[in-house]
Each structure stands twice: as C-alpha cells, then as structure tokens.
C-alpha cells in the first residue's frame, strides 16, 4: 500500500479562479497525502487536456483531466474500482501540473495512480513490466556499463543487439543510444581532490574576489545519473562555475533522483534511492549547504515529488533547500552583470537553438537560459518554442510510443531547423537527445557555456 493511501483525509483548498493565476496551495500539510479531496477544486475546463502533448498526438489517451480528478472521483464513489490502464500512457512530462488555473495537484495524481496500477494490477512476469524495470532503473544499466564504458558503446548500438532488443524487450532500435563516459564525474571528482579540493579552491577565488574566506558559500551538488555516467564535462562546469564564485562543493553519496521511476509507476525502487538522496542530503542542509542540481528533472523530483509522494525524515528540508545550477547563481550572485562583462571564445562561440523542458517550466526557469546568455558576446541564444520535446524521458524509449514522441517533437524539431543556430542547447539530458536525434545538433548544456564564459 502507498504512502497516499495510508495518510489522513484533509480539506481541499479554494480553487483560484481569479485573472491572475496564484497557485493553490492544495497540500498546506506534507503529512496529507490522500489526494481525494484535491479533485474536488476541479472545475472541468479542460485547460489540462489542451495542453497534454500526449492527448494531441495520441487518440486512445484520455488526458490528465481523467487520469487525475475524473478517477479521484470514481475510487471516492467506488472502492472496488481499478486504474485504468491509459494511466501507463502519460509520459510525466507534468504540463499539465502548470496548465491547471485551479491548482489541482495532477501529476501527484497521475503518479500516484500509476504506482498502485503497477504495483496491483500489473503482471510483473509481462515484458512490458520487465522492460519499464529496465528503463526505470537507468542508473543500473549504466553504473554496469561504465565498467566497460568502451565495450558498452559498441554493443548497445551494435544492430543485431538492436534489432533483439525492440523484439524480446520493446525498446525501440530507432534511437542511438547514448555514450558512457570513459572517466565518470565521480571518478574526475575524486581524482581531483574531491570536497577538499573544492574548499581549497574556493577559499582562493574568494580571496581574489575580497570575499570573505571563512564565508557559507557552500553548495551539495545532486549530479544525478546522467552527468555522472554520460556526460561528465556538465558536472566538471557545475563545479568550476561554482568555485569561480566562490563556492565550496561537495558531491555527497546519492541514487538516481527518481524521475524514470516515478514515470514507470516503480514507486518502490523511487523511495529507496529518495531515501538515500534525502538522508545524505538533509545532513548537508543542517550543516548550511543547498543542494543544487544540473538537471531540470532532478531539481524537479527533490523539490516537489519528494514531498508530494515520500514521508521521509528531513525531505522538506531537502526540498525546500534545493535549487537548479543557473537558478541557484541567478539568485545569490551577480550572474546577469558577470555575464554581461564576458566575451566567449573558441568552440562554443555559436549560435544555440534553446529547448526550454517541460521540467524546468514548471519550476518557472524556463526563460532563464535564454534571458542570461541574450548579452553574453561571441555567443547567441534562441528559444525554439514552448512545445514538449516529446521524449519525455524512458517514454520515447519504448518501441510503441516511438513514433508519438517524435510527432510531439515535430514543432520542436521545425524550430530548431529555423533557428540561426546548428548547436542545440538544454538542461534535460533526455530533451537533449531528442534534440540530437530529430535535429542531427550537437546539443549542449547552458552550464558549458558560463564555464566557458567566465572560468578562467
Ligand atoms: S503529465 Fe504530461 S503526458 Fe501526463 S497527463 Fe499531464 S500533460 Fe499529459
Ligand atoms: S485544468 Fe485543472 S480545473 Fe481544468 S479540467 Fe484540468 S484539472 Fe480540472
């Protein structure tokens, strides 16, 4: 049984029907965790569903307004009744969560349901469960396959290897699979001195800066699987970024943030790396530390999933202390005016086509990117448009959702084609893929470009 399930009832918020868009608190108490009553401020404009890039493309899916308040009602009015399936069709892309003017808690819905469909109803001998195991728990795969990072890349994008897989498993062979680094960012980490490192060099650049040395400039950075596995060279940014302004970072114990798991319905595995993720990182907040993370996705589940879906000790510390890289810097430092004073040189001296993720809006940083690099000389940014990528993570991943994610990446993938820019740019290391695969762009992370910008 859920956590959800075993929580006390509570009152619903008003819903905000104002002009002006406020969102609802609807779960004043984190305790309060059956979401029955939340349904109750929907009051069916289908503002959800218009902006569900699944139900555009995909006629059998129901949309969020069902998936979220409708099924709410029919478990109130009837205890026998089941998840109905569709549920497994809603890629978590959490659009839908920004749309409502009413505040009505949908993806804490959608996830929810999904975790009780999967746990009660699904076959777990089905391929369709082995397979969604297998993505859902990316950080497996590529812990083993960062091990043998060479071997890996040639047999994951070895064709037969391919071809087995959509077959035996559904994983489409449309897409190359993404590269393991040969050194890992916990491998770079450590060779290069680690936390202590960092202080060190932190307390220097404060010391050029006329800071104080003995300063709270002290960040616990959440590098998640991806930057950790895959792409290296964002991490290596973060942490020169961070301590070009002074910063000490630490990189503390931690487990795959949840995303792919919380899309697959794997609400168990999510709670134990949640579990581990919180414990090591509410330690830090005490200390004084914010936790930061490079990847919308990541920033997205510590600060709101967590608390929505976990009762763990210390995880609306850790929410509330958790912040994304650009967001972070945005906040506590001058980062416009540094920018604005920098030139950039060399290979990243280009013209990027921005794709904002659908993660990153609705933590309200969907501009950020654009508006900080508009100034920065030698480099030009823009904005391909507020549309899904339509990867949305392990969805566009599986063979029977392969040719819907590309038909919702259609109007991204005809921006970046008319944007000025050949290199694409992005937080979200699955957008970025998307991007690389319907646009044939390099595709690189706004944290490369401020190192290039300002480290030395
Ligand atoms: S999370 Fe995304 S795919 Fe799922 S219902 Fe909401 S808008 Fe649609
Ligand atoms: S947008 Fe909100 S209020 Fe409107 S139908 Fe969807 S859940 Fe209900």
């Known amino acids: 049984m859920s956590d959800a399930e075993e929580s006390p009832?509570?009152?619903?918020?008003?819903?905000n029907t104002g002009d002006e868009f406020e969102?609802?608190?609807?779960?004043?108490?984190?305790?309060?965790?059956?979401?029955?009553?939340?349904?109750?401020?929907?009051?069916?404009?289908?503002?959800?569903?218009?902006?569900?890039?699944?139900?555009?493309?995909?006629?059998?899916?129901?949309g969020p307004k069902f998936q979220g308040p409708e099924q709410w009602r029919l478990k109130q009015t009837d205890d026998d009744y089941t998840v109905d399936d569709s549920i497994m069709s809603c890629s978590?892309?959490?659009?839908?969560?920004?749309?409502?003017?009413?505040?009505?808690?949908?993806?804490?819905?959608?996830?929810?349901?999904?975790?009780?469909?999967?746990?009660?109803?699904?076959?777990?001998?089905?391929?369709?469960?082995?397979?969604?195991?297998?993505?859902?728990?990316?950080?497996?795969s590529a812990f083993l396959a960062s091990k043998v990072p060479r071997l890996a890349n040639v047999a994951m994008n070895f064709g037969p290897a391919r071809w087995l897989m959509e077959k035996t498993l559904g994983v489409t062979r449309e897409r190359d699979f993404p590269e393991f680094a040969t050194q890992t960012f916990r491998e770079w980490w450590a060779d290069r001195g680690g936390a202590d490192a960092s202080r060190r060099n932190a307390r220097e650049r404060r010391e050029r800066r006329g800071e104080p040395t003995d300063g709270e400039k002290k960040v616990a950075y959440f590098h998640g699987c991806?930057?950790?596995?895959?792409?290296?060279?964002?991490?290596?940014?973060?942490?020169?970024?961070?301590?070009?302004?002074?910063?000490?970072?630490?990189?503390?114990?931690?487990?795959?943030?949840?995303?792919p798991m919380f899309a697959n319905g794997?609400?168990?595995?999510?709670?134990?790396?949640?579990?581990?993720?919180?414990?090591?990182?509410?330690?830090?907040?005490?200390?004084?530390?914010?936790?930061?993370?490079?990847?919308?996705?990541?920033?997205?589940?510590?600060?709101?999933?967590?608390?929505?879906?976990?009762?763990?000790d210390g995880i609306e510390e850790v929410a509330a202390n958790t912040f994304e890289a650009l967001e972070y810097l945005r906040i506590n430092e001058d980062l416009t005016g540094a920018v604005r004073e920098a030139e950039v040189s060399g290979d990243l001296a280009r013209e990027f086509a921005y794709h904002a993720p659908c993660h990153a809006r609705n933590q309200g940083l969907d501009r950020q990117a654009v508006e900080?690099?508009?100034?920065?000389?030698?480099?030009?940014?823009?904005?391909?448009?507020?549309?899904?990528?339509?990867?949305?993570?392990?969805?566009?991943?599986?063979?029977?959702?392969?040719?819907?994610?590309?038909?919702?990446?259609?109007?991204?993938?005809?921006?970046?084609?008319?944007a000025e820019g050949e290199v694409g740019m992005t937080e979200c290391p699955t957008c970025a893929m998307q991007m690389e695969h319907g646009s044939g762009y390099e595709i690189r992370h706004p944290l490369e470009l401020l190192e290039a910008a300002l480290v030395e």
Not at 9 to 15: G, H, M, V
Not at 390 to 404: D, R
Request: proline fraction near 5%; hydrophobic fraction near 30%; glycine fraction near 6%.
């Open 9 to 15: 009832t509570f009152e619903p918020a008003a819903p």
């Open 23 to 62: 969102p609802v608190d609807v779960f004043p108490d984190s305790d309060d965790f059956d979401l029955r009553p939340g349904a109750d401020s929907c009051y069916k404009c289908s503002t959800c569903d218009t902006n569900c890039p699944v139900a555009e493309v995909d006629d059998d899916f129901p």
């Open 92 to 140: 978590n892309c959490m659009r839908c969560d920004n749309a409502c003017p009413s505040g009505v808690p949908l993806s804490q819905m959608h996830n929810t349901a999904r975790g009780e469909y999967v746990s009660e109803q699904m076959d777990t001998l089905s391929v369709e469960y082995v397979r969604n195991r297998i993505l859902a728990n990316y950080r497996t």
């Open 226 to 259: 991806y930057s950790n596995y895959n792409t290296p060279e964002v991490g290596k940014a973060m942490v020169r970024v961070y301590e070009h302004f002074g910063y000490e970072v630490v990189a503390p114990e931690q487990r795959c943030s949840g995303t």
């Open 266 to 312: 794997m609400l168990a595995d999510a709670r134990r790396h949640a579990e581990v993720n919180v414990s090591s990182m509410s330690d830090l907040v005490e200390e004084g530390y914010d936790a930061v993370a490079s990847c919308t996705s990541c920033s997205m589940a510590l600060r709101q999933e967590y608390p929505e879906l976990f009762d763990i």
């Open 372 to 418: 900080l690099f508009r100034d920065l000389e030698g480099a030009g940014i823009e904005d391909v448009g507020e549309s899904c990528s339509g990867i949305s993570g392990t969805y566009g991943w599986k063979e029977e959702k392969y040719e819907k994610s590309m038909e919702i990446g259609e109007e991204m993938f005809e921006h970046m084609a008319h």
